[in-house]
């Protein structure tokens, strides 16, 4: 199942983390192994940037091609939207877009612009916030405002972990608990985490990949390694794989109101949320695409299509998540026979209804950071 859960807008993830965290390390990876995405790439600072061996010039407003139609624009904050809307235009068919933040930046203020933006084409991705295992104490002394940045974040990688002693790695994932408590958490090195916990496998008809420029992907894959001196086997037991994902299916209609309180109280390393809803009786004519990460979450109602079964298909992906107690929880959700044949209750929709999009003072209202 490959829904499109954002209502075909594109997810803006911003990347922060202060220098020397390996944003761009974890950014090159990304664009790596990116699955056939095309993914557009915005460095909110000035100077070079490296990026997969094509240095991106230090200018406002400069642009580059990375092929594959992967854009790299080194931009000023204030400039954001007008980008946001240049790269969000069909024409330029692009998958996700990455907001690599300055490593002195305030994400919260990117986050905000994301979220306040009247761009209907583009959709709030997550905050990734990137952190030097081996620096973890030292940066938060020089720069105390990185408690507050994790306070926020949706995603914590926490790189360079092979810097450090098992000890002390579970020292650092016990504060930064503390400190985001919440946030999905996964352990890197050489900022390698799996990319499907920001995107999924792109959706693309066979023959509009026969025309593609060759890509740096492709260039990776015909080498047939990954440059860190590893093997597939080796690459299997690497903390990026720490991520795990549940599907769940459910030919009953769900309750909005027991869903909705699921979601409130999404628990602790639930990074994403994604999938279809069936309110049954609460709303017979449309089904609902959901799409929620970290604390953000949107809805987006849709007509049933012609002929299709009528059910609930979601997959939950995040960090040390309890799979059981997911599929449990959800469970509860569903409505029972003898509860189906009760007449609907007109008030029930009002909480999914506050996370669907109707304009910017309901984006506000709808999203929490």
């Not at 909110?44 to 490296?50: I, P, T």
């Not at 994301?114 to 905050?127: C, E």
């Not at 809803?277 to 004519?285: E, I, K, L, Q, S």
Request: charged share 25%; hydrophobic share 40%; aromatic share 6%.
């Amino acid at each position: 199942m490959n829904p499109s859960t954002t209502g075909d807008q594109i997810p803006v993830v911003v990347l922060a983390g202060f220098l020397g965290s390996g944003k761009t390390t974890l950014l090159n990876h990304l664009l790596r192994r990116r699955a056939g995405n095309r993914i557009a790439v915005v460095v909110n600072d000035f100077g070079a940037v490296e990026i997969d061996a094509m240095t991106v010039a230090g200018q406002v407003g400069s642009t580059i091609s990375l092929g594959n139609g992967c854009l790299c624009c080194a931009v000023d904050a204030s400039e954001l939207d007008g980008y946001l809307e240049r790269l969000s235009r069909p024409a330029a068919r692009i998958d996700l877009i990455v907001i690599e933040a300055s490593g002195l930046a305030e994400p919260q203020e990117l986050v905000r612009m994301i979220l306040t933006g009247d761009n209907p084409r583009t959709v709030y991705g997550g905050l990734v916030q990137v952190v030097d295992a081996a620096e973890f104490d030292a940066t938060r002394q020089r720069h105390p405002e990185t408690d507050r940045h994790l306070a926020i974040a949706d995603l914590v990688v926490l790189n360079k972990t092979d810097r450090v002693t098992p000890a002390e790695h579970e020292r650092v994932l016990g504060v930064i608990g503390t400190l985001g408590p919440g946030a999905a958490v996964v352990s890197a090195s050489y900022g390698r985490i799996d990319p499907g916990l920001l995107f999924d496998p792109a959706a693309r008809p066979a023959e509009d990949e026969k025309i593609r420029q060759l890509s740096f992907e492709d260039l990776r894959a015909d080498e047939g390694e990954d440059h860190t001196g590893e093997d597939a086997g080796e690459h299997a037991h690497h903390p990026h794989t720490g991520y795990e994902s549940v599907s769940y299916d459910e030919p009953a209609a769900m309750d909005p109101r027991r869903l909705m309180a699921f979601l409130d109280s999404r628990p602790e390393g639930l990074y994403r949320v994604k999938g279809f809803v069936d309110f049954g009786a609460a709303d017979p004519a449309n089904r609902y695409a959901v799409h929620a990460v970290g604390r953000f979450l949107r809805f987006y109602p849709e007509p049933w299509p012609r002929g299709a079964e009528r059910r609930t298909q979601l997959v939950l992906i995040g960090s040390g998540i309890d799979r059981g107690a997911l599929v449990k929880e959800l469970t509860v959700c569903a409505v029972a026979e003898t509860e189906a044949a009760t007449a609907p209750d007109e008030a029930a929709m009002w909480g999914v209804l506050r996370y669907v999009r109707s304009g910017p003072a309901a984006e506000e209202a709808a999203d929490p950071v």
